[in-house]
């Protein structure tokens, strides 16, 4: 069952990294970096100093930081290196066939830590400011960065679902706490 699952994560991870073209390889880079969010994490900041209490904003940006913290110590160095997945880019048996457009990074991929860390946000987020069109926004944008490891052929698809799955349970637990701590809700 595992070899089949492989399988077709290996197919379906063929057939995303397959669509390319140098503008996609000029853009990719861009969006699964950090420096072209910059304005939106600043937008979504001030948004939150707005929406909250005072006390309610600095607990938001405590969970906001123990959320990207701690998924992003847990799926580098719990889960990746407990599970030793190749990444496509060095899995030796499709290397020729995956198109790298920058470089491949380190040896193993599950859980994506990108995936992680931006539907932890994503998750925190939108349960803090409850506001439709923001979760819309905030999914979109999680689901970009996803895409973009999958075309920059450094994560399978089962990687970033891995690390949406586990981002969206951290950044839901990271809620339960804030609203212990924020008197929120």
Known sequence: MLDWLEYIDTKFF???????????????PWLSGNILWIPFYGWLIYYL????????????????????????????????????????????????????????????????????????????????????SIVIQLFMWATIVGYSRIYLGVHYPADIFGGAAFGTLIGFLCYRVFVKFAAYE
Request: charged share 15%; hydrophobic share 50%; proline share 2%.
């Open 14 to 28: 063929l057939l995303l990294n397959g669509f390319h073209s140098p503008f996609f390889d000029n853009l990719m």
């Open 49 to 132: 100093y707005r929406a909250l209490s005072r006390k309610q904003f600095v607990w938001a940006i405590v969970a906001l930081g123990t959320c990207v913290a701690i998924t992003d110590l847990i799926s580098f160095h719990l889960v990746k290196e407990t599970i030793q997945r190749y990444r496509p880019c060095h899995n030796l048996e499709i290397q020729s066939l995956v198109h790298v457009v920058d470089k491949c990074g380190g040896l193993h991929g599950f859980v994506s830590s990108h995936a992680a860390n931006v539907f932890g946000i994503a998750m925190l987020l939108s349960l803090l400011l409850k506001d439709r």
